[in-house]
């Protein structure tokens, strides 16, 4: 079967967006302020909703996608912590809704109520709630501020609470940012970017897998401007004395392969092992265009990762599948109940 | 002849960073306050500390590099206004005196008494002394508060005084931020790469190069994320309506080759057009060691483009010198005053 990691609810009926508005015209006029968190969304509604999703992974090839709520819109930064608690909750139950309602083809993923400055123990409850109803990882933000980079580093002690809670439950992060309200740094252009790029940095510079060696990231974009950068990082990380980045960093952080071009994808499989690429197409995501020089969707990532030459079987099973089930266990187990048993572990092949 | 774009003074004396200790002394006690900027670096002392740089010329094969002061070192947003000029003079008179000490071997480009907050305009005193000195272009900082983005984007009028003197005076600037103050963001592994990216995005958003379309940018460090996220810019492009990105942005857009892999030069390769690669080495720069898996320094980058499968001769010719003259046009005119003829222009080839 062929996993897409990474697609976000980029298709909201509009009574999402309307409570939205309430929730923050609120802020300004108590009056405003949304009765109840009942969207009045049905669940005919919600499916209507996903069917460009459904349609694209029909018409690209892929089977199951995992499922969060819009990236731009955590904005995590807006507002203040009450509200915030209320949207993630409102966010990532449509999520589940729909999850439930197509089982085969989404698998959920949730935001958390990070606030700039707020302890990042107060998104533990969400967390609990999250793998009580079934979601297989979270998306983790590292600047909550939105584009100002004021929180620390995600080596730094602040994480922890959330880092024991994620271990423990087996849930994995995908390092994701969400919209910038920094004029400078635009959100799908240069913040998602940036915010990949300089996550792995933070990682290189700390030990942080040592004191969590089951600590799963994905970094998304395909790791930014990581491997483009690869001895870069390697030449770093050597000048700081640190471990290979194979063994210190490559077995708890995972790239996901939402590069929009071939010579992107080309040069990811040249650099990372292929144990650490999981395929994603963030479809319905940042690029909605078809390349005039492909004459196919941008994202359409699939295409890319089908051209690769010199990928063998058991490779390929590792990006589209294999990867995936072992990176969130929670979607592995949910497979297997439901008669999708994954492959015997393979020896590791040489990329 | 071979030009290195991107060389920083990365091997300064010891007295240089003494004075700047005692400036920044004299911040919290005035009686520390160096007395005079006089530093008492000998022109003997001045080529002692660029005997590496010169041995890496000979060994790696490279003529000429474009040399500028420390980018971390510039620290625009250390201090106040005041001593960031005194600083930036300081720190511009030294790469002057060594490219008048050693012509052959390098040409000056200067920095800016850029500050956070301050107009730009306050920055055209010292380009115009850099141009009486006979520098050949300039780094400009997009974000001057070090890691934080609180500048307006470089579409935005706030820079328009100091890309009007550019033009007039045919100062290309290279885009570089300084040192990061931000302990989320590393400098040379996090915020360097996010400069580039994100000053690229943010003149695809805009339409700079229709007010100003003799200006011209360097953007280090290979674009940063840019050439690997390649069909991600040109779907955003074409999602926001803009021109192909040959027509918005690269005709003025330059990208070097600081990139230290062998499978990233590749990649820029394929995707840049090469009228628009600039061969650079940010040598003693950012990662100074031996890449184990080729037995050769990371920063080695001609060796990287010398690789280059398919680059015919018009090509290798543009990458190591032709482009550099072109976009440092007054490099051009001092190489042809001292006798080093530029190619006469020839048709632009495929990539």
Known sequence: MIIDIHGHYTTEPGQLHTFRDK?????????????????????????????????????????????????SGMGHHVGNEAIGRDWCRVSNDLIHRICALLPENFAAVGQLPQFPGAPIDNCIPELERLVGLGFVGINLNPDPS?????????????????????????????????GSCNP????????????????????????????????????PHGGGAVPFHWGRY???????????????????????????????????????PVDNILFASEMLGAVKGIDPETAHHYDDTKRYVDQLKGLDEA????????????????????????????RKAVAKEPT
């Open 23 to 71: 929730q923050l015209a609120g802020l300004a006029d108590a009056g405003r302020k949304p009765a109840t968190a009942e969207l009045g969304i049905t669940d005919e509604q919600l499916v209507a909703s996903v069917q460009p999703q459904l349609k694209f992974q029909r018409e690209r090839g892929s089977d199951l996608t995992i499922f969060s709520p819009r990236a």
């Open 146 to 178: 939105g584009g100002y980079w004021k929180s620390p580093p995600l080596t730094d002690r602040y994480w922890y609470p959330i880092y024991e809670k994620m271990v423990e439950w087996q849930m994995p992060a995908m390092i994701h940012v969400t």
């Open 184 to 219: 400078a740094v635009h959100f799908t252009g240069a913040h998602y970017i940036n915010g990949d790029t300089t996550a792995f940095m933070q990682l290189l510079q700390g030990n942080l897998f040592k004191d969590f060696p089951e600590l799963k990231f994905v970094i």
């Open 234 to 272: 390697r030449g770093i990380a050597q000048d700081m004395k640190k471990p290979l980045l194979g063994e210190h960093l490559l077995k708890n952080v995972f790239f996901d392969t939402c590069v929009y071009h071939l010579p992107g994808i080309e040069l990811m499989a040249k650099v990372i």
């Open 315 to 342: 490779s390929r099973y590792k990006i589209f599948e294999g990867n995936a089930r072992r990176v969130y266990p929670r979607l592995d187990a949910q497979l297997a109940k439901r008669g999708h048993a994954a």
